[in-house]
């Protein structure tokens, strides 16, 4: 009750997020049910959709992350809120925001299962009923156990990782109220250190494993199914999984290297003897590293897959389910980007607004703004095109 008080006087951009992670649970709930249905239809049964469901975690990591970052950009996900009136303590505030994950993936899951229905033509008498029964493979009635269970996967997880990632965080008592009143002379007297991510090694590892991995898997042909390891055609539909799994490795290692690449250019912004405007863009992309880094990196290895499915086979190979998975996936990122990107000008009001007091011009900041994207869009643009070719380097293509 007290989550669904919460939903319904939240700030419009909350609900919003939550609409946004709503959406990503339907398409996940989708495909799900679209590869139950699948293994339904066939005679081999569920040996052959396994495929097709190992798939789905892609779009389902997608929308756990974006799950992740809406949780911790609601104000009741930060330890100290007006919560601590009403006896939320650092306790119960990660499962508050487990529940309201879940319901917002209950509610997506929900509708995928209504316009799943509707579209596979099990509901009559309805606008566009039957539309895409081939594509569904209607025909035979769905088990309800597995049904619910697939349905459910997408809620039940994005709620695990909130309570887990929330209950993990350290509590940071430190309110706008204590910078405000904090004596100018001792927040002047040092600079705070400030965290240094150490993903950017471990992520070059994990390209260069994905490219070596990939590299051998292609040169080493096996056996594909006769309906490919995805519901696509072309190279993508006839991958093997060492393929995949160098592909894989690939995008993880950009998301990982990205905080890492984030740090690194605020400190090459702040190097030698910087003015104010580089001082200000430099320290706040070090301080955003972790924060807006690893959305960065989920958008970037997103936008190098589809750039590299464009090279190989273009966007008529992927068929509908493909253009909803990667859709998905590109959905997520974005609003995980969008969402960090708040979160972190919610971070910085109070030094924003010190630095007002203090007599600094608006422009400034926003200049410092601007200076802090086009580093970014400089950097993270070229590492898109990078993975995407090193994507599609095994191929030959």
Known sequence: MLAYRLTRGSHPAVLLRRLLLACAAGGVGFL???ALAYAVARPSGAASAIPRLLWCAVPLVATVQLAVVVARAEPSGRPPSGLDVAGMGPARVPALAAVSAAAAGLLGSGAAWGLFLLLRGDLTSLPFHGAAADLLSAGGPLPLGATVTLLAVAPVAAAAATALTLHARPARRRTAYAVEAADFADAARAEPPLPV???????????????????????????????????????????????VTGWLLIAAGVVLAAPGLTHVCGLLLATGRPGVLRLLAGRGLQEEATRVGRPLGALSAACAAVLATLEL?????????????????????MGSVATAADQARSARRPATALLLRLGAPRGLLRRSAMLRTAVLLAVFLPLTWLAAQMITLPTGR
Not at 322 to 331: N, Q
């Open 32 to 34: 799900l049910l679209s």
């Open 313 to 333: 086979d273009g966007l008529g190979e992927l068929g509908p389910l493909g253009v909803l998975g990667a859709a998905t996936v590109l959905l997520c990122a």
């Open 197 to 243: 991510p150490t993903g950017l090694p471990w992520g070059t590892t994990l390209m260069g494993a994905g490219i070596s991995i990939s590299a051998y898997a292609s040169d080493d042909p096996v056996a594909v199914p006769p309906d490919g390891w995805l519901p696509l055609g072309g190279a993508l539909g006839g991958a093997s999984p060492g393929m």
